[in-house]
């Protein structure tokens, strides 16, 4: 937004018109802010008012921030360009002072060319007199020069700073009314000048030797350093203070650091130690020097460089070694002491924290890194010995009352021991992460974290018996010992694991990258950036469940191939169970196929176990007995085989296997129904294979639709065929049902069309 942004609309239309002409009413002279936005504010109304403050309210943070980047960047040419004026001041002090011994010496030689031609031109005895008068003159300057001289020797001599810069301004000031008033002569005058200028700089020199030493602190430091600035040396002056404190920190750092062990208090101690020097220099600055620009930026300078310094060795002792062996929360901790104690500066207007955070960042990506490659290899190593058996987590085991304790047991999931131990890393490395806020690894970590969760997948993969990706082809797998899951339960616990950890315990944990915790500071900009990072975390999140679906769709696969095939390898679903029907001269009895009874019975057993592990969240269950019974039926409908035989023969599909067909999908479609977890795409597919069969009988010119009995006896064989599976009906109850073909009532095209 620019400043012609709240102009009026004259000043604004037109893409053709320049910025340049948009801004001339702000480059006039008489430009008048207040009158200005008085005439444009007159006929705004109260929501127009504030909506322009607060663009101008976020023009001032962008100029701030602006000013405050280019005054970082262009800290170098400052320090450079002060130190140049300094030079030059230097330079115009010395030439004045010749300047002024040279007027001195011209001065003397005149007044003596004149005191000669009078000498000549008078009398002996008025030539005597005046010698004799200023003779005397003389001789009183003299004795006062050389008491001065004396008293500013012994002043100097037991350093009495005060009283001797007070003599020298009163040298000074009798210079220069000597200059004015020509009441002394050349050689006490240049005598004087000499004395001064020299007394100067050995005062300068003992200045500089007591700021130097380590024992001179505080009022007697600053008193020292501004002594030396009123002499007409402040570039030196604050070079010198910032020296002392280099070196009264560089004598702590070293005490200290024999006695301490390299760690969290290592640290503390001398992040404390560090700032606080800096701290107590940049007082010590602003009370002698103010807030000049040329000294503000020497500080800035010389604190960077002593920050630099600090993460320097905070790198080398402390962080190097925790990195690479994946210590995220060792450099976490010590960032944020660091960042604590740097952000007491800033009402000093001393903004540290990016020159540590961009020494810190490569430190912190290689403990990330590190911290990843840990978990991968601790979770690969726990799931060769996991038995895949559901237990809660030791730090999340419910140990509430008796009331509350479904609650409870509802809320914390049961997983197995690696995935247990996958997710207390995760909710540890989530936390770590989440105290390096200022470092934006946010989107780094959750991305290290979906890949650590595609390789656990892979393991989980991998633990599915006859798999067909149990190859070493899965993606970051490699040749790893996975325990196997022999049973319907275990392989079911390898869905609970990831299902849990991708819908709800990795997302939680994620969460905590945005949590209000780390909104303690400008709380609207940070809750702002959290609202425009949950879209991310959205998305992360789909993509954890696409890795879920991969392991949903080989555990459906296998177990659909365990019922499609038998284990020599020959097909248990195949055409000929359908056309050898027809081959039979009495009609069979009537009762679902053997491999739709195992599927409904592979079907309840997972039901109940699924319930079992997963407790308050059906969702799951249902989801994963939707895609088996999709997979077998989309098996059904897509083998090209069957159907080729099925409509092209030799044997075509006849009434009886027309029949059968349509009672095993009804059987189906009604224990799916049952069991919720029909999905559309199944509904649909049924319809379609009954459709197929349909036509392919009429191919052969029989009408099917004479032939078929009522829906109600097809749901009431497949009823009665559930509860006889279940135990509750037995074959006798067959009885009872209508015969189909005494059923058969001659159904319209148009009906079946219908139901169809």
């Not at 001195?104 to 008078?122: D, F, I, N, P, Y």
């Not at 606080?276 to 010389?302: C, K, N, R």
């Not at 976490?332 to 810190?360: D, K």
Request: net charge negative.
């Amino acid at each position: 937004m620019s400043l012609g942004s709240i102009g009026d609309s004259s000043e604004l239309e037109g893409t053709h018109q320049s910025l340049s002409d948009r801004l001339k009413v702000f480059k006039s002279s008489q430009f008048d802010p207040e009158s200005y936005l008085t005439s444009k504010c007159m006929h705004m109304n109260e929501k127009e008012i504030k909506h322009v403050c607060s663009l101008l309210l976020d023009l001032k943070k962008a100029s701030a921030e602006e000013m405050r980047i280019s005054v970082y960047a262009n800290y170098s040419a400052f320090i450079r360009t002060s130190r140049e004026i300094s030079y030059l001041e230097a330079q115009l002090l010395s030439m004045r002072n010749l300047l002024s011994t040279q007027a001195t010496l011209v001065q003397g030689l005149a007044e003596r060319a004149k005191l000669e031609s009078l000498w000549a031109g008078t009398e002996d005895s008025a030539q005597e007199e005046l010698l004799h008068t200023e003779s005397k003159e003389l001789s009183r300057a003299d004795d006062w020069l050389i008491e001065y001289l004396d008293t500013l020797e012994v002043l100097l001599a037991e350093r009495r700073v005060d009283e001797t810069m007070a003599a020298l301004e009163r040298g000074e000031n009798l210079i220069e009314e000597a200059y004015q008033n020509q009441n002394m002569s050349p050689s006490s005058l240049s005598t004087l000048q000499s004395a001064v200028r020299e007394q100067k700089q050995n005062l300068a020199e003992q200045l500089a030797d007591t700021i130097g030493q380590p024992s001179t602190r505080g009022l007697v430091l600053r008193s020292a350093v501004s002594a030396l600035k009123a002499l007409g040396d402040g570039p030196r002056a604050h070079t010198l203070l910032l020296n002392s404190h280099k070196q009264k920190l560089h004598s702590n750092m070293q005490s200290f650091r024999a006695n301490t062990k390299y760690g969290a208090a290592y640290t503390a101690a001398l992040s404390q130690l560090v700032f606080s020097t800096i701290a107590q220099a940049a007082s010590d600055s602003s009370a002698v020097f103010g807030e000049e620009p040329a000294y503000s930026s020497e500080l800035v300078t010389w604190a960077v460089k002593q920050t630099e310094a600090l993460a320097l060795l905070l790198k080398r002792h402390v962080l190097a070694s925790s990195a690479a062996a994946g210590g995220l929360r060792v450099a976490a901790e010590c960032i944020q002491i660091c960042l604590g104690h740097c952000s007491l500066l800033e009402a000093r207007g001393l903004t540290l924290s990016p020159v540590l955070l961009r020494f810190f960042r490569s430190i912190v990506e290689q403990a990330l890194s590190a911290n990843l490659k840990r978990i991968e290899l601790n979770s690969a190593a726990l799931a060769a010995a996991d038995d895949w058996f559901l237990t809660y987590s030791p730090a999340g085991h419910p140990l509430s009352s008796a009331s509350s304790l479904g609650s409870v047991m509802s809320a914390v999931p049961k997983l197995s021991s690696s995935a247990n131990r996958f997710n207390s890393m995760v909710q540890e490395f989530f936390e770590d992460v989440g105290m390096l806020e200022t470092l934006d690894l946010d989107l780094s970590a959750m991305e290290g974290i979906q890949q650590e969760f595609n390789s656990y997948v892979n393991l989980l993969i991998s633990a599915l018996p006859s798999s067909a990706d149990t190859e070493d082809n899965l993606e970051g797998s490699g040749s790893r010992i996975v325990k196997m899951a022999e049973n319907e339960a275990q392989q079911i616990a390898l869905l609970a694991n990831a299902s849990l950890l991708a819908d709800e315990l990795l997302p939680r944990a994620a969460m905590k990258l945005f949590s209000a915790s780390n909104m303690v500071d400008e709380p609207g900009r940070r809750a702002s950036s959290r609202q425009s990072r949950l879209p991310e975390h959205r998305e992360w999140k789909k993509r954890l469940q696409r890795l879920v679906d991969r392991l949903r769709d080989s555990f459906c696969r296998q177990h659909a191939l365990d019922l499609i095939f038998s284990e020599d390898g020959e097909a248990n679903l195949n055409p000929h169970i359908y056309i050898a029907m027809d081959q039979e001269t009495e009609e069979p009895e009537w009762f679902p196929s053997l491999i739709f009874q195992e599927l409904f019975g592979k079907l309840s057993r997972m039901a109940s176990l699924a319930s079992d592990m997963f407790v308050g969240r059906e969702r799951f269950a249902t989801i994963l007995l939707m895609r088996l019974i999709e997979t077998v039926i989309l098996w059904l409908s897509d083998d090209q085989a069957f159907w080729q035989e099925i409509e092209e023969g030799p044997t075509p599909l006849g009434p009886f296997g027309l029949q059968q067909l349509y009672l095993d999908m009804e059987f189906v479609l009604l224990f799916s129904s049952q069991g919720r977890y029909l999905s559309r795409n199944l509904h649909q597919t049924i319809k379609n294979i009954i459709a197929r069969a349909i036509e392919s009988v009429s191919a052969t010119g029989v009408d099917p639709y004479s032939t078929l009995p009522e829906d109600e006896w097809f749901a009431e064989v497949a009823q009665i065929a559930i509860k006889t599976l279940m135990g509750k009906a037995t074959f006798e109850d067959m009885d009872h049902v209508t015969s189909p073909t005494a059923s058969i009532s001659g159904k319209s095209v148009s009906s079946v069309g219908d139901m169809m």
